[in-house]
């Protein structure tokens, strides 16, 4: 397959301090150096992706750049001997969409090192659906069964259940016997949350966090992309010897508590890094996700929208209208 002397992309422009992301017709030797070539089929939309195309968030690292931080689709070329042309991989974090130019590109040149092998059993489609979002989620329930999490343990919370992370969590969990817990702020969203799988659903607007070091113990695991005060309030809620998985801060970067439910009952804080972990846990979680973690409702979670009309719809995501996973078709 050769590539077009030129093709789409959303690429991100600062111009007079002010920052915006355009489709733009660009080629080849344009885009980041890489030994890899794709033809991207699917992209997702992240709430990084949307803080990086509004400048809500300094993500960028430099202008212009293409956005996206997720990518999948075929390999046109390879200078590495790992792939060959037709293979179908996947990119998601390193700086993809950061200091690289990213996924809402037609064709995508990134460093073979960042390639994942789209697992048996999913397509390009597949696996955009679950993008950044669910392999986070997927990390985040793999990290928390590394430091004891079982489904006898007891039920296991999600924070913002209707985001990307949130939603692919909850349903993750369900897949796996847990007894989910889902913590929304949309009250239209219930019944969506208990297709997923949630057991339980609670309105924030409803929850009565307390003030105590200590408040009744109920959850024996947390995946928290929210952060802040909901944070917080987790730490002071766990059983003991739980686990809370953070991987976001929509909510907030200040985590204000105490050391009590560390010391008092041996609470886990782990951190989740999607962007940066071992080619190893990325080869790792992809593997769960499409065997016994393996989603069974993305036809429920995902919305799919063209490419070209993604100026138009990226922005939502910082005014948190946004429900599920928004999968991103390229071609």
Not at 7 to 14: D, E, G, S, V
Not at 71 to 86: I, L, M
Not at 182 to 192: F, P
Not at 278 to 291: F, K, M, V, Y
Request: net charge negative; aromatic share 6%.
């Amino acid at each position: 397959m050769k590539v077009p002397s030129t093709f789409t992309a959303f690429r991100i422009f600062k111009q007079n301090e002010r920052i915006e992301g355009r489709l733009v017709r660009t080629s080849i030797d344009e885009l980041s150096a890489g030994e890899i070539v794709l033809k991207t089929d699917y992209s997702s939309i992240n709430y990084k992706d949307a803080l990086a195309a509004t400048g809500a968030g300094k993500i960028l690292q430099r202008f212009p750049l293409v956005g996206g931080i997720d990518a999948a689709g075929t390999v046109v070329s390879s200078a590495d001997e790992r792939y060959q042309a037709g293979n179908k991989v996947l990119v998601t974090g390193h700086d993809l969409g950061v200091s690289v130019d990213g996924g809402f590109s037609e064709y995508v040149r990134v460093p073979a090192d960042w390639i994942v092998p789209v697992p048996d059993g999913f397509t390009t489609r597949d696996v955009m659906a679950i993008g950044t979002a669910g392999f986070t989620a997927a990390l985040s329930v793999i990290q928390m069964e590394r430091n004891g999490l079982r489904p006898e343990n007891g039920p296991v919370i999600v924070t913002g259940s209707t985001g990307g992370v949130g939603s692919l969590a909850v349903h993750l969990l369900a897949t796996l016997g847990y007894a989910v817990t889902a913590l929304t702020g949309k009250d239209d969203a219930h019944e969506y949350l208990r297709t997923l799988g949630a057991t339980h659903v609670i309105s924030r607007g409803e929850l009565e966090m307390g003030t105590r070091p200590l408040e009744k113990a109920q959850w024996a695991g947390a995946v928290d992309p929210v952060g802040g005060s909901i944070l917080a309030w987790l730490t002071r809620t766990m059983k003991p010897g739980g686990s809370i998985a953070s991987s976001g801060l929509t909510a907030g970067v200040e985590l204000n508590t105490t050391v009590m439910p560390f010391i008092l009952r041996g609470v886990n804080l782990l951190g989740i890094d999607s962007v940066l972990c071992s080619t190893d846990r990325r080869q790792e979680a992809w593997q769960r996700l499409a065997t016994d973690m393996k989603p069974t409702q993305l036809e429920t979670i995902i919305h799919e929208i063209p490419l070209r009309t993604l100026p138009e719809v990226i922005g939502n995501f910082l005014n948190s209208s946004v429900t599920g996973r928004y999968v991103v078709a390229i071609d």
